[in-house]
């Protein structure tokens, strides 16, 4: 089963964000609370982490700003 990470809404009013960067590879295998990639708000960045054990595949790039609950990879 393949979980998907998408943009997680952070605050109340947030409603994008920037995908600033990937910490790991697409094809990386990665564990369940592994950071993934950061992600910019107009306040502060975060390092979203990986919500399941698997191989990480990248559906978006860094530098990009996307909207709450776009899927930007998925781990399976």
Partial sequence: MAFELSIP????????GE????LVEDGTSVRTGDPVYVLATDKTETEIEAPADGVLRIKA????????GTVVGEIG
Avoid: D, K, N
């Avoid at 809404?9 to 994008?16: A, I, K, Y």
């Avoid at 995908?19 to 990937?22: A, M, S, V």
């Fill in 61 to 68: 790039g860094p530098g990009e700003t996307y909207a709450v």
């Fill in 19 to 22: 995908l600033t960067e990937w």
């Fill in 9 to 16: 809404q952070l605050g109340v009013s947030m409603t994008e």
